[in-house]
Each structure stands twice: as C-alpha cells, then as structure tokens.
C-alpha cells in the first residue's frame, strides 16, 4: 500500500500560519477518524500532535490544529515559531486494520 | 508519568535475528495496546505491528508477516519484538509506542527509539 502523499516542504516566517495537506483515499483517510499528525525533530521520536482528526492531545499548543474534507486531512499551525521547524508527517488507519503514513513534510521557519 | 525505554543498539548479519525490548511505566498496561513502527535513513515512519496489553492479541503489517513476532511479559511489564530473516533493508530506527487498547490507531507517547543495522 503506498504512503499517504504529503508535500515535501513547507516553508513559513515566524508569525505566519501555514498548512499541510495529507493525501489518501477512501480506503483510508476518508472512511475513518483515526488520522493524527506526529512533529519529528531530528535525532528525536515522533511526536503526537493530532489524533482523531482534530483532537489535540492536553501538553500540545493550540496553535496545532487538524481538519479533514474527503479523502484529504490537513494540519494547519499558527503563528509560527522557530521551533516548530521539524518534520511532519500524516497517519491513518487503514481497511486493512493497519496504520499507514504519510511521506513526510520538511517545514522551514524562515 | 508515562515511559517506555527501549534495549541499546544492535548489530547484525544478514540472515540473522534480532530482538528489542519496550519496558512500560507509568501507566496501567492492560489499559492500552503497544505498535511498534520504524524509520529507515531519511524515509518516513513504517507501522509493523501492534500487541494488546489486555488479551495478547497481535496485529501484524503484511510487509512482515511471517518474520515478525512481538510479545509481552505483563509482570515486568515489557512487548518485546522479534525480527528475522534480517536484510540490510532492514536497517532503521526501531520504535515502540503505546496505542490504543482495541486497534492500532495512534501513538501518544514513544520509546527512544533502537538503532538496528544490518551489515556483513
């Protein structure tokens, strides 16, 4: 099963919002509400950010928000800041019962 | 609170086996399952495989199945994974990671992570 399709890089300046998109199919993204979002700064273990779509776990920032529409999730941050430079990266369950991700998106605070 | 420590790097053959320990803390162990997913050099996470801390029921990617296997010793209590037929593609960051008790879906917190590389 190939990954789910993220944009390579995404880039922003401190302040702004910025927004990544998460590519599936109705075989995944779009018939199920376990999709979550994991921040990956390098040399460390992903990170949860989002699961169930939009929920955002109580030790995450606000400023990390998570959308679905179709066959398509989206993590939209806020108000960028330097650390929020890291990889991100798009998951979700699966017909088959097993959790795929996506590629990987680059963010680079400006 | 909660924590999951992982076994130190391993070196192996191809061809041979490796195993990797995930001890959990800090929280109740049958309340949860455990995925374990993996990173190659510069690629993205691959999920493998999910254990039940309740009922020892496993979930396996199909990439795997047939030289996978993960377990757990509730009394310790630590999911420990087995891979074998090892291949240089197999080379990666292995992870553990809590999950939700029912079904892999997500994981809100993970391991360090284990260095497995595979070389002759």
């Known amino acids: 099963q190939s990954a789910l399709i993220q944009p390579a890089s995404v880039s922003g300046s401190p302040g702004q919002s910025i927004t990544i998109s998460c590519s599936g199919a109705t075989s995944d993204i779009g018939d199920y509400v376990f999709v979550c979002w994991y921040q990956q700064h390098p040399g460390q273990a992903p990170k949860l950010l989002i699961s169930?779509?939009?929920d955002r776990p109580s030790w995450i920032s606000p400023r990390f928000s998570g959308s679905k529409s179709g066959d398509t999730a989206s993590l939209t941050i806020s108000a960028l800041q330097t650390e929020d430079e890291a990889h991100y990266y798009c998951?979700?369950?699966?017909?088959?019962?097993?959790?795929?991700f996506g590629g990987g998106t680059l963010l680079t605070v400006l | 609170q909660v924590h999951l420590e992982q076994s130190g790097p391993e070196v192996k053959n191809p061809g041979a086996s490796v195993r990797v320990s995930c001890k959990t803390s800090?929280?109740?162990?049958?309340?949860?399952?455990v995925s374990w997913v993996r990173q190659a050099p510069g690629q993205g996470p691959e999920w493998m495989a999910w254990?039940?801390?309740?009922?020892?029921?496993?979930m396996y990617g199909q990439k795997f199945q047939g030289r996978l296997t993960v377990a757990t010793d509730s009394s310790t209590p630590t999911v420990y994974m087995d891979l074998r037929g090892l291949k240089s593609d197999d080379t990666a960051v292995y992870y553990c990671?809590?999950?939700?008790?029912?079904?892999?879906?997500?994981?809100?917190?993970w391991g360090q992570g284990t260095l497995v590389t595979v070389s002759s």
């Open positions: 998951a979700s369950y699966t017909a088959t019962g097993a959790p795929l």
């Open positions: 800090g929280y109740t162990f049958s309340r949860y399952g």
């Open positions: 990671g809590r999950d939700l008790m029912g079904s892999p879906s997500f994981l809100d917190h």
């Open positions: 169930d779509v939009s």
């Open positions: 254990i039940s801390g309740k009922h020892g029921k496993t």
